[in-house]
């Protein structure tokens, strides 16, 4: 049996598609399971034992439907569910089976402020499109598999080697991220060492904040690549992370989290720390919240209380005790 499973982006939505793969590899006797993306995703499959070959978008969709006649599949599982998967699915004329998005459902919960979405964690609803082969969750975390054995001594200042928190203050959007300032009142209270990870885009971030606080913090962000952030993710002693990849990407690591939740909310999206043994959910409720399913440039009502407005206190007892 040859199966291929579709999910083209982004960072958070692949890796939680992670244990699907894993669970048709290890439960269908012989599969041969092949995986599509984008190029840019193609390293959260890099490594992955579950996988027998993955397959890249091409930039014209007709060689990409070429590619994959080629394969002769017996079966795809669409995780994507969008019109260029649905073009795919009927020019190949492969038996199906795909996962469904919910999206009027997800509409109206955020225009209307309902909670018409169940409380369903986005693996198990990528899960149901694998039913119909008798496919079950393993109830075993998210993959990641790291390209490399980095040391970090070669990372990391002396000061925090032996043990420090990860604390990732990147996101796509401003309405995901904390203020520099909140940052700063919760990382001074903090009674270990502080990593801060994120891209080029928030290396000002951390540096205002690492010159509010001195040694404490070391600034990685826009220092170090993401698959050695990754790295520094795994061997922290806990992580303090927004709706962000690289937070949910710790979650392959089993590593104590903090999950800072601003202008999204879990709930609608699905996409709650999974398979994780100790998390703090961290967000306040407020009638304009979730305010976006992805993020925003700025909150539409200027307060920003959704951020601002959470407690600091529980954050703190969280990371130190």
């Known amino acids: ?18 244990p699907v793969v894993r669970c048709l590899k290890k439960q269908l006797n012989g599969a041969e399971i092949h995986f599509i993306t984008k190029p840019a995703f193609k390293y959260i499959y890099d490594n992955n034992p579950y996988v027998d070959k993955l397959l890249l978008l091409k930039p014209s969709l007709s060689e990409t439907i070429n590619d994959i006649k080629a394969e002769q599949y017996d079966y795809i599982i669409d995780l994507h569910n969008n019109l260029r998967t649905a ?20 509409w109206l919960s955020l225009k209307f ?9 986005l693996v198990d609803r990528y899960l149901k499109a694998t ?27 002396a000061s925090h080697q032996q043990e420090y928190v990860a604390f990732v203050i990147g996101a796509t959007h401003f309405t995901k991220r904390m203020p520099n300032e909140k940052i700063i ?7 270990k060492p502080i990593v801060l990870l994120g891209g080029n885009d928030v290396k000002d971030n951390g540096d205002i904040i690492a010159n509010a606080l001195g040694d404490k913090i070391y600034n990685s962000c826009g220092i170090t690549p993401l698959d050695e952030s990754v790295f520094l993710v795994s061997k922290a002693a806990k992580v303090i992370g927004f709706d962000t990849g690289l937070t949910h990407i710790a ?18 999206l699905g996409v709650q720390p999974y398979k994780v043994k100790e998390v703090l959910m961290a967000g306040i409720e407020l009638p304009c919240r979730p305010c976006s399913k992805f993020g925003l440039p700025a909150c539409p ?21």
């Open 1 to 18: 049996m040859k199966i291929l499973v579709i999910r083209f982006s982004s960072m958070g939505d692949i890796i939680y598609t992670t």
């Open 87 to 106: 073009i795919i699915k009927l020019r190949t004329g492969v038996k199906s089976s795909t996962y469904k998005k919910q999206t009027i459902r997800k």
């Open 113 to 121: 402020n309902l909670k018409l979405v169940p409380p369903v964690h």
């Open 131 to 157: 039913e119909f082969l008798g496919v079950k969750n393993d109830n075993q975390p998210i993959d990641y598999y790291i390209k490399a054995d980095y040391q970090l001594s070669k990372l990391l200042p």
């Open 185 to 191: 009142n919760i990382c001074k209270d903090i009674d």
């Open 251 to 268: 979650e392959a690591f089993n590593v104590p989290i903090v999950s800072v939740w601003g202008g999204t909310a879990p709930e609608l």
């Open 301 to 321: 009502l200027g307060h920003f209380k959704c951020m601002h407005d959470i407690p600091e206190r529980d954050i703190k007892e969280f990371i130190n005790n």
